[in-house]
C-alpha cells in the first residue's frame, strides 16, 4: 500500500513564501505522475500543478509564475515552491501520484495553507 505524507504547510502573510513536500512509501518503484491539488471548504478540488515522468509540466492559470512544482525521482518526492501568496490561496493542500498515466490515484491527508495578514 502506497503512503503518501505531506509536510510545510501553515501561516504566512500575503506576499509570503511556502515550500510543500508530499513522500512516497511503499511497494511503488516510481510514479509517472506526480502533483497538488486544493481544495476549500464547499468548492471542488481543483488541481494546483502537475509534473509528469517526461519531465512536462501544467499548472493552474491562477498560479503561473508565482508557484513552481519539482520531483526528485530518486526519493520519490514531489515538492511545491508558493511564492507571492494570495489570501484565495488558502486552502487544503493535496499531493497526488500515479504510478501509470492510466492508474487509480494515491492521495496524501492534505496540509492546511492558510494566507492573512
Known amino acids: 500500500q502506497v503512503q503518501l505524507v505531506e509536510s510545510g504547510g501553515g501561516v504566512v502573510q500575503p506576499g509570503g513564501s511556502l515550500r510543500l513536500s508530499c513522500a512516497a512509501s511503499?511497494?511503488?518503484?516510481?510514479?509517472?505522475?506526480m502533483g497538488w491539488f486544493r481544495q476549500d471548504p464547499g468548492k471542488q478540488r481543483e488541481m494546483v500543478a502537475t509534473t509528469f515522468s517526461d519531465d512536462t509540466q501544467s499548472y493552474a492559470d491562477s498560479v503561473k509564475g508565482r508557484f513552481t512544482i519539482s520531483r526528485d525521482n530518486a526519493k520519490n518526492t514531489v515538492h511545491l515552491q508558493m511564492n507571492s501568496l494570495k489570501p484565495e490561496d488558502t486552502a487544503v493542500y493535496y499531493c497526488?501520484?500515479?504510478?501509470?498515466?492510466?492508474?487509480?490515484?494515491?492521495w496524501g491527508q492534505g496540509t492546511q495553507v492558510t494566507v492573512s495578514a
Open positions: 497526488l501520484m500515479r504510478e501509470t498515466f492510466f492508474s487509480d490515484a494515491w
Open positions: 511503499g511497494p511503488v518503484a516510481s510514479f509517472a505522475v
